[in-house]
């Protein structure tokens, strides 16, 4: 090898070499530096949450329906099954005692393989603990109190459909396992609103060594982000008046709904039975679920919106409203009632056995009187008729509502070629005319027809939220002359002598109307209560004069829908007018 | 001013390289834990770099000539070592590679490589320089290499094995280059290595190599370290994590971080700017010796000059691309800037003996060794 050559190719293998080194080192630290500084980041930083309250959910006057409790949690850190007695021990004489289920649920922690990286001792401490762990046990490295949030529905089943309950998530923390306050909102307004409602969690990181071992490490930057509180959600809900109805419903199941005529504001819509959603608020015992899920009244069952029954006499309402506006009948038209009418060979009964004699439109409201509406029904036909039905947004969804809900049917063509093989008699259309048979409907549905009716037309979305803007559209235009003479009858249900809603009557401003809807389906056996009676409705607007609010009761096995209903609209209505409508005089 | 012309002279040069290099290495060293204020292995290391600047002053009065006779001497002392160190020596995760003599802990793999390069150096030149035939040069650098390299397998200490055949390779081709005997290396290589592969390599080691191939594979197994390295070094980016920030080390995510990975710690503090510094040193110190080759008409000295730069080369470049991943986790520590008080010693001494030769090879080369 000659002389110069074997200096310059060692130099030169040397230089290739460092090269090769050179752009390693700078594809690592320039053009993959900041991936590997996130690596590195998170090979030392464990993050623990920091819980944080969900918003309060507030009814019309600011009281709180839902809101989230602190409650003080006492973790350890550092125990084994070696040493868990000592602490125990210590927490002994200072008289903090663990209950024979807490022991349990401590030592299967410390068993389990899937530890969190602190072990739960005891759940929502007292003030005396909270201070006894706080003086003499600070010194105590391993205790740790860590704040959680409890929800809490003061007014337990009373809302429960109407306002929601939350539900586990499947988020657990690394650092203390399931927290009360990462669950969510599981139906309802808590679920509807959940991602505002819930807040910014915290986070606190704790530096760790490969082995997962916690390090104290003063001089870091890496010590939490602040947590921020759920927001605050203002509905237009009165939870007083929800309460009233609540319990003025006694022992009957159903329904009811009121809302606010001029802004479509829900004040209250009640399902009972309902359940403490307060039970939900932790994880729910196997005892607590099986009891709810087997209970025969069916407490989970939202009877607002899941269910669709025959309306009864309340759909004479648009019965009547159609045939005035189509014009098959006037004002003044008439029709004798003998107690019975004959169609095709058989003999269609009004529930008057003896007859109303001669009815007009108003009339046959006010008596609810059957034959004035087959003889209607059949002059409109079904089609016409499901149009009419159509309007009044039976057989509609209130998708903008957060609850689930059950159509109901329509006996239009569609339905008519699909179950009736095309075939539809007049007994069918007479049937339907009056409320039973093929039709069927919701509360939500039969309480917009009413709001309709008191508006003159006109309909207003509901609304639960104070924020939420009013969406009021003309659905139906009436002649003036022709709403007056069915609001007339209305009024007349409820305050005339003959009157079948004169359960409801107080101070003559009451409208309304009555409907018994025929139980004669076989799930009907399944109810405990009442089993064989026929379904109630009674739904009704305040006062006659510029309504102001809308009432729809549906009493589940209630007999008659005014000996049902009318008592609980009396409830409603004086709650309202006293809080809502009279001056108050005794202050000065 | 003193300090600048001090630099100024070649000799100067080198040995102000290498002693920046160690003391680069303290520095590095000084917060690698989360115990103590300075790290004790830190503290250790600088205790060792105060005893090489003893060993370069001893070295500066050293004769090149008497440098040359006691080469043989080395040669079989540091082979009595590692016969030695099979018997006495004290077993570090599973190799028996340090012996314990009057207090102090020796590695003699690290003595032998020097060693090596002496005897090899007065051998060749005895041998007269260009004249002898290349066949002789071949037996007597392969024998003189092959019985420490079996000694040291023996141990079992492949990454050093693997130094000592890089270094001896590399002196033995670098002064008797011959083609035919380049390609019959490559056969025998290749005919050997599977034979190798299979009965003489520990599992652990093979799985380093085949863990090398991909490490991300299996981050908790072997390739870990080489994982851990690459997010320490990338993790610094351009300017550093700073000095004593390296919270990899710190929180005992890169293992070995005070010897092996050294230089990961460097690049997570220092990052790419301290980085090129770092290796900016390391080139001169492999480099400037080299070019002075030409200028050395003794063969003895040659040898030494180019033996010693490709042990500081290899130890360098074998490390560097370990940490950086490209090249299997064998355990070799950097050179000068690890730490380890065996490696620094002859390693300091390797480039005291670069700056005496530097400093002399003139008169050498009037007068002769």
Redesign the interface.
């Known amino acids: ?1 000659a ?2 050559i ?2 310059n190719i ?2 030169l293998i ?2 290739v ?2 090269i ?3 752009f ?3 594809h ?3 053009i ?6 996130l ?3 998170n ?2 930083l464990r993050e623990a949450i920091i819980p944080s309250p969900r918003g309060t959910i507030y009814d019309r006057n600011g009281i709180r329906i839902s809101y989230s409790r602190p409650m003080v949690n006492l973790f350890a850190k550092n125990i084994s099954e070696d040493n868990y007695l000592d602490l125990l021990k210590d927490l002994y004489d200072n008289e903090i005692f663990l209950s024979v289920k807490e022991k349990k649920s401590l030592e299967s922690q410390l068993k389990s393989n899937f530890q969190t990286k602190r072990i739960l001792l005891k759940k929502d401490l007292s003030i005396e603990e909270i201070f006894i762990i706080d003086t003499k046990l600070s010194s105590n490295e391993k205790l740790e109190m860590i704040n959680d949030y409890l929800r809490v529905y003061p007014y337990k089943e009373v809302g429960s459909h109407l306002v929601g309950h939350l539900t586990s998530n499947d988020k657990k923390d690394s650092m203390y396992g399931f927290l009360f306050s990462n669950r969510k909102g599981a139906n309802g307004i808590e679920k509807d609103l959940d991602d505002q409602l819930t807040g910014i969690v915290g986070a606190e990181y704790f ?5 997962g071992n916690e ?1 104290n ?1 003063k001089n870091t930057n890496y010590t939490f982000s602040e947590i921020e509180k759920g927001k605050d959600i203002h509905t237009t809900i009165d939870i007083e008046l929800q309460k009233i109805i609540y319990e003025s419903m006694k022992e009957l199941n159903g329904a009811v709904l009121v809302t606010n005529i001029d802004n479509g504001e829900v004040l209250s819509i009640v399902s009972k039975p309902g359940f403490d959603p307060n039970l939900f608020s932790k994880p729910l015992s196997n005892n607590d679920w099986k009891r709810l899920k087997t209970s025969s009244n069916k407490p989970f069952l939202n009877r607002a919106f899941l269910v669709s029954n025959p309306p009864g006499s309340i759909i004479k309402i648009i019965t009547a409203a159609a045939g005035l506006e189509e014009g098959k009948i006037t004002t003044d038209s008439t029709v004798y009632c003998p107690g019975y009418m004959k169609i095709g060979n058989r003999n269609f009964r009004c529930w008057l056995k003896g007859g109303h004699g001669n009815v007009d439109v108003s009339k046959a409201l006010v008596t609810s009187c059957d034959v004035f509406f087959y003889n209607l029904g059949m002059r409109l036909g079904i089609d016409k008729y499901s149009q009419w039905l159509s309007k009044f947004g039976i057989g509609e969804l209130h998708a903008y509502l957060p609850y689930k809900q059950k159509l109901g049917t329509i006996p239009d063509e569609t339905f008519i070629n699909k179950y009736l093989k095309g075939k539809f008699y007049n007994g069918d259309m007479a049937n339907v005319a009056i409320g039973q048979g093929y039709l069927t409907l919701n509360v939500i549905q039969a309480h917009k027809m009413i709001s309709i009716i008191a508006s003159d037309g006109y309909f207003t979305k509901f609304r639960l939220y104070k924020d939420e803007k009013i969406e009021t559209t003309k659905i139906i235009n009436f002649k003036d002359k022709n709403i007056k003479e069915i609001k007339i009858g209305l009024l007349g249900v409820v305050n005339d002598n003959n009157g079948t809603g004169f359960h409801a009557r107080m101070d003559g401003k009451v409208a309304g109307k009555t409907g018994t809807a025929q139980v004669i389906s076989k799930d009907s056996s399944k109810y405990g209560y009442g089993k064989f009676k026929n379904h109630g409705w009674f739904t009704a607007y305040y006062p006659f004069e510029k309504p102001k609010i809308a009432i729809t009761v549906f009493a589940e096995h209630g007999d008659s829908g005014g000996r049902a209903g009318g008592p609980i609209i009396k409830e409603i209505i004086s709650f309202y007018k006293n809080k809502y409508m009279d001056i108050p005089h005794d202050k000065p | 001013m003193i300090s600048l012309s001090f630099i100024e002279k070649p000799h100067n040069k080198i040995l102000f390289v290498g002693y920046l290099i160690i003391l680069f290495g303290c520095i590095n060293l000084i917060q690698i834990d ?1 115990q103590s204020i300075i790290s004790i292995y830190s503290i250790k290391q600088f205790v060792w770099l105060i005893l090489s600047i003893f060993i370069t002053f001893f070295v500066r009065n050293i004769r090149l000539k008497s440098l040359k006779n006691i080469s043989t001497l080395m040669y079989l002392i540091s082979i009595i070592l590692l016969v030695l160190v099979l018997f006495i020596g004290k077993e570090i995760s599973g190799a028996k590679s340090w012996i314990k003599i009057a207090g102090f802990t020796i590695q003699p793999t690290e003595l032998i490589k020097i060693s090596y390069v002496f005897l090899i150096a007065k051998l060749y030149s005895e041998l007269g320089s260009y004249s002898a035939s290349v066949l002789v040069k071949y037996v007597i650098g392969f024998s003189l290499f092959l019985i420490p390299f079996v000694l040291i397998l023996l141990q079992p200490d492949f990454g050093s094995a693997f130094m000592l055949l890089l270094i001896s390779m590399s002196v033995i081709i ?2 008797s ?1 011959n083609k035919k005997f380049i390609i019959s290396l490559i056969i025998l290589a290749a005919v050997f290595a599977l034979p190798i592969w299979n009965n003489y390599l520990e599992p652990y080691q093979k799985q380093r190599i085949i863990n090398f191939i991909n490490p991300e594979n299996d981050p908790r197994g072997i390739g870990y370290n080489a994982i ?1 390295s ?9 300017l550093g994590k700073g000095l004593g920030e390296s ?2 080390a ?4 890169l293992p070995e971080n005070h010897t092996d990975f050294a230089f990961s710690v460097w ?2 503090q220092m ?2 700017v301290g ?2 510094v770092l ?1 900016a040193l ?2 001169f110190l ?2 400037y010796p ?2 002075f ?2 200028d050395i008409n003794d063969p003895f000295l040659k040898v030494v000059i ?1 033996g010693i ?2 042990y500081f ?1 290899f130890h360098f ?1 074998v490390n ?2 370990m940490t ?3 090249f299997p986790v064998i355990g070799i520590p950097m050179i000068l800037f690890s730490y380890g008080g065996s490696s620094l010693i002859c390693s300091s001494f390797g480039f005291s003996i670069l700056a005496l030769i530097i400093r002399n090879y003139r008169d050498v080369n009037r007068l002769g060794v």
């Open positions: 090898m002389k110069s074997r200096s060692s130099i040397v230089a070499f460092f090769i080194a050179l390693k080192l700078f690592l630290q320039i993959d530096g900041n991936r590997y500084e690596l590195s980041r090979n030392f530096i760790v060594d490969s082995k390090i490490f | 989360d670098g002064f280059f851990q690459k997010i320490s070094i990338g993790s610094g980016q351009f919270s990899q710190k929180f005992g995510f690049a997570e990052g790419f980085s090129l290796i390391y080139f492999i480099i080299l070019s080759l030409n180019f730069s490709s080369f470049i560097i691309f950086l991943g490209l």
